[in-house]
């Protein structure tokens, strides 16, 4: 029987590459692409010093120095630090939050260069709240829901969602776990555990108008050049495209991760904290989506076999004024 | 392609690596490697798609994101390796923006205008029923197949890029190579 499966592996084997080999790019593909390759290409800014060599007059010096003090500027801008993890800033001052009502609210810039941290208020009131000590609070819906890939026990008090296969947008993800959306302003907070392995891997916050139109916040695993690898992602879909801004920000194993995702009118903008009180900003999307829900997600994985869980311990909605 | 030679005519041609390195000054150097790797590249993302406009564009992206990378490319591992790290996230941003229901069942019937005669239509066919079967692995298994029989990937080479050990991914490939033998119409086109 063994040798009967090899030898009919070692046919499928031969039908593989035979296949393989017919396949062809065609020619004027080839040529085009690399024509193009060959314009984009951008040789690194290099100093050449026979020819500083060959500078013999006053102007041709002076001309040499002011390029040198340019160069000088990019290069110390270029090793300038840009992105420093969360992990690694821990003298950061933060202000104590103030109970005012009428909050300031940071100017999101689309990349922050640097952590901005900022005092996020107090909010106004307290519509919801679930724990996850008990069973799940009556206000929340599954879509799609696979019993098996969700838990309140395995961890008690921290619901548990299996990170599945299967894609937001492409309308197959298990366990979307949502609620209505709140009117007016409001802010979603939840505590996330997660330590995403697999390609797409992704946990944390969403709000919801279809699958074409929704924005999620949370931890993820992402290797595309866009990417960072293990992060945190702050991503929104317009009528079924992703923006290309993700707010990319390095995880560097981060575990437990707080989440904040406000909405101000069309304005989203999500924060990260490493222990509930210090906020960071991670940035602003600006989008005329008309939300319907509100929730949590763990998903989008492309093993399919993939059984990472993601854990969250409590979720909150907070309205803004 | 002299300039990319090592001293002297009886040099070997560079390697990768070496190609690599130069790449980050000359156009030349990258076009090389671009030649080097480009139909395999293609092949991956044929056998993943099924088509020729999303192959193709696919394969763009592949390059242009490797040309805006190379200084990124340590040498560590192969070149092949590295570029094909980048080709199987294109495909999985392919994938996930894309709306799977629609997508796989129209990706096998779109007609390619580069296999207009019967034998390129017959070998357009036996693709789609590849893309088709492999469709119907777990995506491991399916990536394992593609890097090696399609990319020509060596088994330590595709274990880079799928970051799993080579044992791992030998015995995804032979559980792929029995998943299309006992579960897809592959069976059928080998015993005809």
Not at chain 1, 65 to 71: N, P, R, S
Not at chain 2, 56 to 70: G, K, M, N, P
Not at chain 2, 89 to 106: C, G, H, I, T, Y
Request: hydrophobic share 40%.
């Amino acid at each position: 029987m063994n040798t009967f499966n090899h030898s009919e592996n070692d046919a499928i084997k031969k039908l593989l590459e035979e296949t393989a080999q017919k396949i062809e790019p065609s020619f004027a593909f080839t040529a085009q692409l690399e024509k193009h390759l060959k314009q984009t290409h951008k040789p690194k800014a290099g100093i050449n010093m026979s020819n500083i060599k060959k500078i013999t007059s006053p102007i041709g010096w002076a001309f040499a120095l002011v390029v040198l003090a340019i160069a000088f500027n990019w290069i110390a801008s270029q090793i300038a630090p840009k992105n420093i993890p969360a992990t690694n800033i821990p003298e950061v001052v933060v202000t104590e939050s103030t109970p005012s009502p009428s909050p300031t609210i940071v100017e999101s810039s689309p990349t922050p260069t640097a952590p901005t941290f900022v005092t996020l208020p107090t909010s106004t009131a307290l519509p919801f709240r679930d724990d996850f000590d008990g069973p799940l609070d009556k206000d929340w819906e599954w879509l799609r829901e696979k019993d098996s890939d969700w838990s309140l026990t395995n961890n008690p008090g921290w619901l548990e969602i299996i990170a599945g296969f299967g894609l937001i947008n492409g309308g197959n993800m298990n366990n979307l776990l949502l609620q209505p959306v709140p009117e007016g302003n409001f802010e979603l907070e939840t505590k996330l555990k997660f330590k995403p392995t697999e390609e797409m891997e992704f946990a944390g916050l969403l709000i919801y108008e279809n699958a074409a139109n929704h924005i999620q916040f949370g931890h993820a695993f992402c290797h595309a050049p866009s990417c960072t690898g293990d992060g945190i992602y702050f991503e929104n879909m317009v009528r079924g495209s992703w923006n290309v801004e993700n707010f990319e920000f390095e995880a560097d194993n981060l575990e437990i991760v707080y989440l904040r995702l406000r909405r101000e009118g069309n304005n989203f903008t999500a924060y990260i904290s490493q222990n509930g009180e210090d906020w960071q900003l991670i940035g602003t999307h600006i989008t005329e989506m008309n939300p319907l829900s509100v929730g949590l997600i763990s998903g989008q994985s492309f093993d399919r076999d993939g059984q990472n869980p993601a854990q969250f311990d409590y979720f909150i909605i907070n309205s803004l004024p | 392609m002299n300039s990319l030679m090592k001293t002297g005519s009886t040099s070997p041609p560079m390697d990768d690596i070496q190609l690599a390195q130069l790449s980050r000054t000359d156009s030349d150097a990258f076009a090389e490697l671009y030649q080097r790797h480009v139909t395999r590249v293609y092949r991956y993302h044929m056998a993943h798609v099924g088509n020729v406009k999303d192959a193709e564009d696919l394969t763009s992206q592949t390059f242009i994101a490797a040309l805006e990378s190379i200084k990124s490319f340590r040498g560590t591992g192969s070149f092949a390796a590295w570029i094909f790290g980048i080709a199987a996230n294109k495909k999985a941003m392919f994938f996930r923006s894309s709306k799977p229901q629609v997508e796989l069942d129209e990706a096998l019937h779109i007609s390619s205008p580069k296999l207009a005669s019967d034998r390129l239509a017959n070998q357009h066919l036996q693709l789609d029923s590849i893309t088709r079967a492999l469709k119907q692995l777990s995506s491991d298994r399916a990536d394992a197949i593609t890097l090696i029989f399609f990319g020509g990937l060596s088994n330590i080479e595709a274990s880079r890029v799928m970051k799993k050990s080579e044992a791992s991914v030998k015995m995804l490939v032979s559980r792929g190579l029995q998943d299309l033998r006992e579960r897809t119409s592959l069976r059928l086109e080998v015993e005809e």
